[in-house]
């Protein structure tokens, strides 16, 4: 009986052989402990990361909210905000006023004094060009 072209090469078994087809390669050893390794690693680092992030948001014993701004006038904005802090403790809070671009036209540090957990001001920053926005950018214990 005749065999076509295409069934003289058409392999059986897997193209790149068995593991028996290769003596010499020793087996596979702690592959178990290669892998926990590296799970232990990412996990490492995964929770190094969340330290560093947890850190460069600040104290978050102070919490800072924008109830409302003005920017209706051109050379400066008006912003009512409120903090809540221990009220044993000092704060000093950055108000910022931005443009269209999301560029900062003006600034203004806000001291806010020991004795209260709650405090609501509205305070006038001056800025250099007309402002579409303000916020507080960041509060933290002194």
């Not at 005749?2 to 069934?7: P, Q, R």
């Not at 680092?45 to 850190?55: E, F, Q, S, T």
């Not at 909210?65 to 904005?77: E, K, M, P």
Request: glycine share 10%; proline share 5%.
């Amino acid at each position: 009986m005749a065999t076509s072209e295409a069934e003289k090469g058409r392999q059986d078994g897997p193209v790149l052989g068995t593991p028996g087809d290769f003596p010499d390669r020793p087996e596979r050893r702690g592959r178990f402990v290669v892998h926990a390794v590296i799970a232990i690693l990412c996990a490492v680092c995964a929770g190094g990361w969340g330290y560093v992030m947890w850190a460069a948001k600040g104290d978050t014993e102070v919490i800072d909210q924008v109830i409302a701004f003005d920017a209706t006038r051109g050379d400066s904005l008006q912003i009512t905000f409120e903090v809540y802090k221990p009220s044993d403790r000092a704060a000093l809070c950055r108000l910022r006023a931005t443009d269209v671009s999301h560029v900062e036209v003006g600034s203004k540090e806000v001291n806010i004094p020991a004795g209260e957990g709650y405090v609501r001001l509205t305070e006038r920053l001056e800025t250099s060009a007309p402002a579409t926005s303000g916020h507080v950018q960041y509060c933290y214990l002194v």
